[in-house]
């Protein structure tokens, strides 16, 4: 089936040295592991130290994102991101003045959000699993295909994360990697359905060749450093946008926009970004096209 629609790789700008050790596949700490009470309550009182801290930052800022108490505040910040933080990034090409002269002369709206037109699906809960790489990436096949005015439907995250070999699956993996696996192979996603989420690794189970499902044709991958309106032209040319970014002040989030808290680290978690506000919009280095 035809395929063609842009998805970056994103990667903000945020602050936070030494991010990639706990990324990595063979980092120590696991999701299963016991944590004492005392852990935890210590992990809590850091994280109400932290959430005093970001929350003076921009006071005055009508736009500043509110950081508090949720459901991540009792892990540290190397436990977070060794749980959730867990794609990697890569170094990319500049996007290209040719690909820029290619998108036609669209005006750019202040705000546009795909999930206005029905072309994404709901958002998922990657649980435990640092599956993130694994879950933008088949967010964008899923819109790409809608985008075509094919049926939205849920593909399945499980199969990109058991077969995709040149990845870890819940132990990691990158955006990249997953992308060229699905090109290079022509690999048919199947439905959610058919190849549902277990939160775990398991063994890649094959479909015959008669299987209905979801290829792609090709994608792109391009950096888009201070390039926000590119970026911008090319969510609303070809559809939502597979990017990575560093998340780690996401541990405390709570609602608002992120727009200063950035960090120079390393970009550690791969999302799907479906649209825009002006206003709002974030640093953005990186892109992928499908
Ligand atoms: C903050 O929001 C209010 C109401 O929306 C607006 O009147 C004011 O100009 C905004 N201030 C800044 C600094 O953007
Ligand atoms: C695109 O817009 C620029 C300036 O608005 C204009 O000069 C150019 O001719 C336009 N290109 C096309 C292909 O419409
Ligand atoms: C995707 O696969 C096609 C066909 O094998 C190849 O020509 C193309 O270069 C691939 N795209 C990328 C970005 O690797």
């Not at 990324?23 to 009182?45: C, G, I, L, N």
């Not at 993996?173 to 549902?196: F, I, M």
């Not at 608002?256 to 206003?279: M, P, R, W, Y």
């Amino acid at each position: 089936m035809e395929l063609r629609a842009l998805r970056p790789l994103w990667l903000l700008c945020c602050c936070f040295g030494g991010g990639v050790r706990s990324a990595d596949p063979r980092a120590t700490f696991t999701a299963t592991e016991p944590r004492s009470r005392e852990r935890q309550a210590s992990a809590f009182r850091e994280s109400l130290n932290r959430h005093q801290y970001l929350n003076s930052l921009f006071p005055r800022e009508n736009s500043s994102a509110v950081y508090g108490i949720n459901q991540f505040s009792y892990l540290f910040p190397e436990e977070f991101k060794a749980i959730y933080l867990r794609s990697k990034s890569s170094r990319l090409p500049r996007y290209p003045a040719e690909v820029q002269t290619s998108v036609p002369n669209v005006s750019l709206p202040l705000r546009f959000d795909w999930r206005d037109k029905r072309v994404v699906t709901q958002v998922r809960n990657q649980q435990t699993c640092g599956g993130c790489w694994a879950f933008s990436v088949v967010s964008a096949v899923e819109s790409a295909y809608a985008i075509k005015g094919k049926p939205l439907e849920d593909l399945s995250v499980q199969q990109v994360i058991d077969c995709s070999y040149n990845n870890y699956g819940c132990r990691g993996g990158s955006t990249l990697n997953a992308l060229n696996w699905l090109n290079k192979t022509q690999v048919k996603l199947v439905r959610d359905s058919e190849y549902p989420f277990k939160a775990q690794n398991g063994l890649c189970h094959y479909f015959s060749d008669s299987q209905s499902g979801f290829s792609i044709k090709g994608y792109s991958a391009y950096d888009f450093s201070d390039q926000e309106d590119e970026m911008a032209e090319a969510l609303l040319t070809f559809g939502p946008l597979v990017v990575v970014v560093d998340a780690v002040s996401w541990q405390d989030y709570l609602g608002g926009i992120i727009q200063h808290h950035c960090s120079s680290g390393e970009a550690n978690h791969a999302v799907l970004i479906t649209g825009f506000d002006k206003i709002g919009i974030a640093d953005s280095v990186s892109a992928v096209f499908v």
